[in-house]
């Protein structure tokens, strides 16, 4: 069946724009990840969503962050106000259920603030 | 906290041949997965394998394994018979229950393939 998919698979956007990232989970999947992958950093921890239930933000750098996901199934990150340290790999994950299944990801979208 | 530690940032092997990639972890929690995932150039990651922490036998996919050792909190992968498309950044990986199974991912380790 169809994997995790992203969109854009790349985006460059001047400092201070507003840019929103989407994925689209595997189908049946009530648990969704995002994470950020950047040189500097490795790979981080972002926001978790699981089913109907409010999301765990713990991971979101500042409030310039925000995600969303509709229906249980697609997601969007936005970031307002990109700053140049906004450049990284973003991920999306999904997810039968949170603890004992392994999370499948998408290819990422590569974000570059100029 | 759950912290994930890999100690070699690069590694070579000659095609064939076999390599081990290393892991330790930190964790109170007495029943939990480790993972392996891969990332190749196209930047797609990808399961490599999954250790049950209450099993005691090793996982096995094919040419990769792994050494658990429960009590010293080591995850190691071993890769057989390496082959080019084995060329990747390979991470260890450990589901944080504080942030609902979320990965804690370490560092990574590049492994080069060659001829």
């Known amino acids: 069946g169809a994997g995790v998919s992203q969109s854009p698979s790349n985006k460059v956007t001047e400092k201070g724009k507003d840019v929103e990232l989407r994925c689209d989970p595997i189908s049946g999947h009530t648990a969704l990840y995002w994470y950020r992958q950047s040189l500097g950093q490795g790979l981080e921890f972002l926001i978790y969503f699981q089913g109907n239930s409010a999301p765990d933000k713990s991971g979101l750098p500042s409030d310039r962050f925000s995600a969303e996901r509709t229906g249980g199934s697609v997601s969007t990150l936005t970031i307002q106000r990109t700053q140049q340290e906004d450049s990284a790999v973003y991920l999306c994950a999904s997810s039968l259920d949170g603890q004992f299944y392994e999370q499948y990801f998408g290819p990422g979208t590569r974000l570059t603030v100029t | 906290a759950q912290t994930v530690t890999q100690s070699q940032p690069e590694m070579s092997v000659q095609e064939a041949e076999t390599v081990t990639l290393s892991c330790t972890y930190d964790t109170s929690e007495n029943n939990y997965y480790l993972f392996w995932y891969k990332q190749p150039p196209s930047r797609q990651m990808i399961l490599v394998i999954r250790?049950?922490?209450?099993?005691?036998q090793n996982a096995t996919e094919n040419r990769f394994s792994v050494n658990f050792q429960k009590a010293a909190k080591s995850f190691s992968l071993k890769i057989s018979d390496s082959q080019l498309g084995d060329t990747a950044m390979y991470f260890c990986a450990f589901p944080n229950p504080n942030s609902g199974y979320a990965l804690n991912f370490g560092k990574g380790t590049s492994l080069l393939v060659t001829p």
């Open positions: 250790q049950e922490a209450y099993k005691q």
